[in-house]
């Protein structure tokens, strides 16, 4: 298993554990509409999970502009296809949200670290 893998998990745990607590608060305390509390929690944990994998598990040093790009594309795909459309279709359909998010959470780890490595923070091999 690749090291970035294990760095990647480990971060990753981190940030969801935070994603999934703003989720907690903001819908069932707070009473914010799903969609809303589901944003804030992934905007804030994937600004934070970009900085962290960025430094201390691929310790890239290429262009943060390039990379920056390449993960606001990324994480708006991840969004659009496991956030809003698998977790809401899901809790729409009487999943409780928080089993709605750890589902999504599952196909969102997979596709996320296969894209950072090998689209956000790829690097370059001279043959």
């Not at 708006?76 to 899901?90: G, H, K, M, R, V």
């Amino acid at each position: 298993m690749p090291e970035t893998a294990i760095g990647f998990a480990a971060i990753s745990s981190f940030t969801y554990a935070l994603d999934l607590t703003l989720l907690a608060v903001l819908f069932d305390v707070l009473r914010w509409p799903y969609p809303l509390a589901v944003t804030t929690g992934y905007v804030v944990a994937f600004g934070l999970a970009f900085v962290l994998n960025r430094w201390l598990n691929f310790q890239s040093h290429g262009p943060v502009g390039r990379q920056t790009g390449r993960y606001v594309v990324t994480v708006l795909a991840n969004y659009l296809l496991f956030i809003l459309a698998l977790s809401t279709t899901l809790e729409w359909l009487g999943v409780h949200f928080l089993a709605a998010r750890l589902i999504a959470g599952a196909c969102e780890a997979v596709f996320m670290y296969l894209m950072m490595r090998s689209f956000v923070f790829r690097l370059k091999r001279y043959a």
